[in-house]
């Protein structure tokens, strides 16, 4: 277990070095970023000055290095449109994508149990086929394609839920269901197939010889059993939200990461882009990390499989 | 795991054949011009409502450009950007996923450490900030689509090549003398071809949305080709007004990747009955998680919040 734990956290620190790598030298191909910051009737003299104070005379190696300490203390440098801290720009937004991830994992556990719970009761019943329709439809709907009917529909044909931007819990619904909405047919059949396992167990069975109530037996000995993995398993969910934040928060006007991210490419804010996308990098492979030593811790055979 | 029917998916097979007539004879098929519109003739309804036009059965956008004519065009552009990125990709991950099983040892490790950094990578984001930085176009979304595949080739047929070396038929080409390129030409890799056939497949809808994805955010294709994902982008502001700008090209995108991935699911059954173990559990994890060995959550990241 111990040295599972260690390789995959190794390799979480190693998958986080090459995002940072890739986007350093993405920013290093995209042109010299001093002409970014200057006005074109800048002297020779001040491109050279601003050259030095940002390190860019220095051998690539060094730049580098520099990058990668300055990333792991959380030094983004500063805006080139707002001339503030990246990092001020990050803390503002960030509340609204926990927000949003918070919320659809809510919705989507609210969803899939129930609906897992009961395919697994009335399994090949018309509500089972029904959840594997919404499954596979998952699967193969564009997300921000999703977005829209939802808001052409609730938002401007019944007009009863909100478009977009963020505001009173009514503008959670429409983003946190499209956000939520893979997630909640995961967590379905993660339910329903938990469900169907303890089920076949040898308790329930003895539960119902004893004479129990369907419904106790569902409910209390069944359910109670079932949803441990579940649950945990969808706190955990909801780190990997942030990383899948941009489609949503575009659709929806929602002021989080991720469109922060999609304004400053636009705006060609190369520092707050970088460090968007590895604010919500880093959060996406902890959450990853989290998920995989708790499967492991639940099911012994992936350690060994990993080792 | 519930039994799977055997049936030539026909629904599936019917969607793609119209899919790739449409694309191949593109220019014979679509009515109209993909690129030019008559301004005049701007956000005509489709033929069924009031002011529709016999001559835009599927409406026209806010440049009066056809919609039906523009979404024959854009399968030309989802089947192309798929065949190409998969190309790439499957053909990279093909041959560090044999040489990597073949040799095994230092080799098998450091590239299987690479593949699997390769899969934890946010794809997204990565995707996202690699095309904005390097503008938009259509062979740089080609490319960053095929970085981020090739993994899921080489883990694949790595597995499959650890499988097949341990056949007697390569223990006595081995004892003939043949060097290990003929042997891994000869014995491993005819072996490996269904597994390919499937997991191509299986790649296909996802690429499809990746591409779709990247297109809305306008880090995609660039306008005005008839890309699907643009085109929903360019309805966003006209919900209200105009919703058939985005709701086709959305339906086409939605039928068509359910078509792939229900082909996808076909073949694997049919071809490689060792994929089918991975079950309909894993495979709603995430689309593209195919390889038995590997840990549910990176499935799910892959796919929760993306496309």
Redesign the interface.
């Known amino acids: 277990m111990a040295s599972y734990l260690v390789g995959r956290a190794f390799q979480t620190v190693l998958s986080m070095l090459v995002v940072v790598s890739i986007v350093f030298v993405l920013t290093r191909l995209s042109g010299n970023p001093i002409y970014l910051l200057l006005d074109v009737n800048a002297t020779q003299r001040d491109q050279e000055i601003l050259t030095r104070h940002l390190g860019l005379d220095k051998p690539l190696p060094v730049q580098y290095g520099i990058y990668v300490m300055n990333v792991a203390v959380g030094d983004f440098g500063n805006s080139i449109i707002s001339r503030r801290p990246v990092t001020e720009h990050i803390w503002e937004r960030l509340p609204a994508t926990v927000e949003l991830g918070f919320v659809a994992m809510f919705l989507s556990v609210l969803i899939g149990v129930p609906l897992g719970m009961y395919s697994a009761v009335r399994r090949g019943g018309v509500l089972d086929t029904a959840a594997r329709v919404f499954a596979v439809l998952g699967q193969s709907m564009p997300t921000f394609w999703l977005g829209l009917m939802l808001i052409l529909f609730f938002g401007v044909v019944l007009g009863v839920l909100p478009a977009g931007g963020r505001g009173g819990l009514l503008h959670l619904v429409l983003p946190a269901f499209t956000l939520g909405y893979f997630t909640s047919a995961a967590i379905l059949r993660l339910t329903r197939s938990a469900m169907l396992e303890v089920l076949g167990s040898d308790y329930i069975k003895f539960a119902r010889l004893k004479g129990l109530h369907e419904q106790v037996v569902l409910w209390k000995h069944g359910l109670r059993n079932a949803l441990l993995p579940v649950v945990t398993f969808a706190v955990l969910l909801f780190v990997q939200f942030l990383g899948g934040a941009v489609v949503t928060e575009t659709v929806f006007a929602w002021p989080g990461l991720g469109r922060l991210i999609l304004e400053s490419i636009t705006t060609r804010d190369y520092p707050v882009v970088q460090a968007g996308v590895l604010v919500l990098s880093a959060l996406y492979l902890t959450g990853n990390l989290c998920v995989d030593l708790l499967y492991s811790y639940l099911n012994p055979r992936i350690r060994h499989v990993s080792s | 795991m519930s039994p799977r029917r055997r049936r030539l998916p026909w629904f599936a097979g019917l969607v793609l054949a119209a899919l790739v007539v449409a694309a191949v004879f593109a220019p014979y098929l679509a009515p109209h011009s993909p690129t030019e519109g008559d301004l005049i003739k701007k956000s005509i309804p489709p033929i069924w409502m009031e002011g529709g036009n016999p001559e835009h059965p599927l409406g026209t956008d806010r440049f009066g450009r056809d919609v039906l004519s523009r979404i024959i065009w854009g399968s030309r552009i989802s089947l192309v950007v798929s065949l190409v990125a998969i190309g790439v990709a499957g053909t990279l991950g093909t041959l560090l996923g044999l040489v990597s099983g073949y040799r095994g040892g230092r080799t098998d490790a450091v590239l299987m ?1 690479l593949t ?2 390769g899969l ?3 794809t ?3 995707a ?3 095309v ?3 503008e938009p176009s259509f062979r740089n979304v080609v490319l960053v689509i095929a970085l981020l595949l090739w993994p899921r080739f080489a883990r694949q047929v790595r597995g499959e090549t650890l499988a097949i070396k341990e056949h007697d038929f390569v223990a006595l080409a081995v004892v003939a003398g043949r060097s290990s390129a003929w042997i891994i030409r000869r014995h491993i890799f005819p072996n490996v071809v269904p597994t390919l056939l499937v997991i191509s497949t299986l790649q296909v ?1 996802y690429v499809i ?1 990746l591409e ?2 990247l297109s ?4 995609g294709v660039p306008p005005p080709n008839p890309a699907w ?1 643009l085109m ?2 360019d ?2 502001g006209f ?2 007004t105009a ?1 058939w700008m ?2 086709f090209p ?1 339906l086409a ?2 039928l068509t ?2 078509a792939v ?2 082909m996808g699911d076909w073949l694997r059954d049919h071809l490689d009955p060792r994929l089918r173990q991975v079950g ?2 894993v495979e ?2 995430g ?1 593209a998680v195919t390889q038995p ?1 590997s ?4 499935g ?2 892959a ?5």
């Open positions: 450490r699997d950094i934890s990578l946010p997204i984001l990565i996202v900030v690699m904005a930085v390097s809808g949305l779709g994805t809305f955010l306008g880090v994902g929903i982008a309805g966003r919900l209200a919703w985005s709701l959305g995108m939605l990747v359910l991935n229900l309909p559990q709603l994890l689309p060995e840990t549910p959550a990176r799910i990241a796919a929760s919040g993306e496309p």
